[in-house]
């Protein structure tokens, strides 16, 4: 359980933070969307307690990170920003200082040690030197320096930035099943991570919040959202009676691909008769979809300040 | 304790996986030897002890103890480690500790690989080894101070470089506190009790006062105190780091 309550931090006369309040409960995994220097990192340092905040609290398993905070560290894993360690020592050094400082011993903490390095494949480079292993891998080394003591909140700043597909994959599938019983944050500015993996995402840019809400609320707001699109050939008849339906509001056609885009009026279903009118024109379908919404563009507008 | 201990490991790894400790060790004894035989007149005296030797410690301290806590705090915040290691369940006393002993430890090494030399005096004649125990005490407790020094100011940058400059320029000023040159520019601006105070402050005299043999607790005192201010100083600029 991580709470913030009007979290605000400044360097200066900047306000990198800005009052921002926001709630991580267990077995959900919170996305913090933003574009580059909407404040993600701040927060999440202020979050660990690197940072302290300008005003504001913030408590972690219900222990304040500036009143109590040993206790709030105990009970928080954290991977900052760009992964960093020591390079001068090997995976397992560093895997062992971090469990010594964090006072773990004796067999519990052996079997800890292989079972994280196990689950984050680790044991290749066990002996080799941080400086010499490539990006995924280091990254995967803060993944388990986080993970090491079993935490049950976890901060996660861009985990998968720089990884390749596959890693990337990998790291998801990892964040996902440790999800079940922890409360995990986040921060990320790939979309498609925040479909795959959050079950909530604050949006902040200017270090405010802009949103939060789930990723399918999130989509409920874009203008694709119930839209439907297709491409047909030769559709330009039916466009014109598409156009006509009363459900709907707008008909876009892509000039490249001449792929055809039906937007509805609010709270309006037009797959039906879009459907029947194609079917009726007896035109061939290469390939149709009703639209979920695209986060994408939902991004775009509530961090460029559009209304919505 | 665990925390403490944790760090001044993994800081001691850092030292002897990089030239580091080697370069040092190995400067340091030739130096040693080199100006305790040549500058220090060691065999011209004609007197068994060592003070030929404590003589130009304060010396290489001045530049190689910089040398050597300069890294401590400006690398981790050069590489972000910093933020690992503050995320941790550690106070910021325990990390500067850890790191101050590691770096404390690594002298006293070096210290203990001088010991030819104690068993050369010891084969030419008969010197007061009491004496000579004072002065690695004293030699001791002076590297501890100046580590303190360097490790308060490498919390200041980013940059080694910076850290090693301001550390030697800070050291040299406390080494020559009680010289003339310090002292006649400090009574022109201060008043003569503060000017006695400030003499005072000379990591010099009471090194060479421990050197002599003459152990007067003031002196092991003043050093102890030296290594507390510095860290607590040092802790404190850490603190107003993560608000600031």
């Known amino acids: 359980m991580i709470e913030a309550e009007q979290l605000t931090r400044r360097y200066g006369s900047l306000v990198a933070v800005d009052a921002l309040s926001l709630r991580a409960e267990p077995g959900k995994v919170l996305g913090l969307l933003g574009p580059n220097g909407a404040g993600k990192t701040t927060a999440m340092r202020m979050i660990a307690g690197f940072l302290a905040p300008t005003s504001g609290r913030v ?3 219900g222990y304040d990170v500036q009143r109590q905070p040993l206790k709030a560290k105990r009970s928080l894993g954290y991977l900052p920003e760009g992964a960093p360690c020591y390079g001068e020592l090997t995976v397992r050094e560093s895997l062992d200082f971090v469990a010594r400082a964090r006072a773990l011993k004796g067999e519990a903490a052996f079997r800890r040690l292989d079972e994280v390095v196990e689950r984050l494949q680790l044991e290749a480079v066990l002996e080799q030197n941080l ?35 596959n890693q990337k994959h990998e790291v998801r599938d990892l964040i996902d099943a440790m999800a079940r019983n922890r409360t995990i944050i986040i921060s990320t500015h790939l979309l498609e991570e925040v479909g795959a993996l ?3 995402v604050v949006i902040i840019a200017g270090g405010k919040l802009l949103a939060d809400a789930t990723p399918a609320e999130l989509e409920a707001r874009s203008r694709y959202h119930g839209a439907v699109s297709f491409s047909a050939s030769g559709a330009g008849a039916a466009r014109a009676m598409i156009a006509h339906l009363p459900q709907v509001s707008n008909v876009e056609v892509d000039p490249t691909s001449g792929r055809m885009t039906v937007f509805p009026h609010p709270g309006e279903a037009i797959l039906d008769p879009v459907q029947n009118i194609l079917r009726e024109q007896g035109l061939a379908v290469h390939e149709l979809q009703l639209e979920r919404g695209r986060l994408d563009e939902v991004f775009r507008r509530i961090t460029t300040g559009e209304r919505l | 304790m665990n925390a403490v201990l944790a760090i001044m490991r993994r800081e001691l790894r850092s030292y002897f996986v990089t030239p580091l400790a080697y370069v040092f060790i190995v400067i340091f004894l030739l130096l040693a030897a080199a100006l305790t035989f040549y500058v220090g007149d060691f065999y011209e005296r004609g007197l068994a002890d060592l003070q030929p030797f404590f003589r130009f410690h304060p010396w290489l301290y001045l530049f190689l103890v910089p040398a050597l806590s300069m890294r401590l705090w400006a690398e981790e915040r050069k590489s972000g480690t910093l933020e690992l290691l503050l995320t941790l369940p550690v106070t910021l006393t325990q990390a500067m500790l850890g790191k101050f002993l590691a770096a404390w430890l690594f002298v006293a090494l070096a210290l203990v690989l001088t010991f030819p030399i104690w068993l050369t005096v010891n084969y030419l004649g008969n010197p007061d080894n009491g004496v000579i125990l004072a002065g690695y005490l004293g030699s001791l407790l002076m590297a501890g101070a100046f580590i303190a020094v360097g490790c308060c100011l490498s919390t ?10 301001l550390t030697a320029a800070v050291c040299f000023m406390l080494l020559l506190a009680g010289q003339p040159i310090i002292l006649e520019a400090a009574s022109s601006v201060l008043p003569q009790s503060l000017v006695n105070a400030v003499a005072d402050l000379s990591f010099l005299q009471h090194f060479q006062a421990i050197a002599r043999g003459v152990l007067d607790l003031r002196d092991v005192v003043y050093f102890l105190i030296s290594i507390v201010v510095w860290l607590t100083a040092g802790v404190w600029l850490l603190d107003l780091g993560r608000a600031r």
């Open chain 2, 156 to 165: 200041l940058t980013r940059s080694q470089v910076v850290a090693f400059i």
């Open chain 1, 131 to 165: 400086d010499t292993l490539s990006k995924g891998f280091r990254r995967r080394v803060g993944l388990a320096q986080a993970i090491l003591h079993d935490p049950p909140v976890l901060i996660l700043d861009e985990p998968t930035d720089g990884l390749d597909p």
């Open chain 1, 198 to 200: 959050c079950s909530r």
């Open chain 1, 59 to 61: 408590s972690v398993c």
